[in-house]
């Protein structure tokens, strides 16, 4: 949802707005001398809107957060990729690979 404010309120309040924007995916249009100058919008709304991710994108992330893998921190990541590149490592090692 888009609120006007002006920018008075915008300086005034500016936590609480971008709280506001982060939590709850508020905008505000600021107006100064009754014209809109300015939007304040999140991060990740300014992404939705402006660079959605493709379907597949889409798809790759529903079947990550089914898995729970969504949750990974780095140290997880790094973690499975060392595993896998012993594991290739290994197999090509062995006779005949």
Same mark, same amino acid.
């Given at each position: &949802?888009?609120?006007?404010?002006? $920018?008075?309120? $915008? /300086?005034?309040?500016? *936590?609480?707005? &971008? %709280?506001? @924007?982060?939590?709850?995916?508020?905008?505000?249009?600021?107006?100064?001398? *009754?014209?809109?100058?300015?939007?304040? &919008?999140?991060?990740? %709304?300014?992404? !939705?809107?402006?660079?959605?991710?493709? %379907?597949?994108? !889409? %798809?790759?992330? $529903?079947?990550? !957060?089914?898995? *729970?893998?969504? !949750?990974?921190? &780095?140290?997880?990541?790094?973690?499975?990729? @060392?595993?896998?590149? /012993? +594991?290739?490592? +290994?197999?090509?090692?062995?006779?005949? $690979?």
């Amino acid at each position: &949802m888009t609120r006007k404010i002006t $920018a008075v309120t $915008a /300086r005034t309040q500016f *936590g609480q707005i &971008m %709280d506001r @924007a982060v939590e709850h995916n508020d905008r505000f249009l600021v107006e100064r001398n *009754g014209e809109p100058v300015v939007l304040i &919008m999140s991060v990740v %709304d300014f992404v !939705k809107t402006l660079a959605p991710a493709p %379907d597949w994108l !889409k %798809d790759i992330q $529903a079947d990550a !957060k089914r898995k *729970g893998l969504d !949750k990974l921190t &780095m140290v997880d990541i790094d973690a499975e990729i @060392a595993a896998a590149r /012993r +594991e290739r490592r +290994e197999r090509n090692k062995q006779p005949g $690979a």
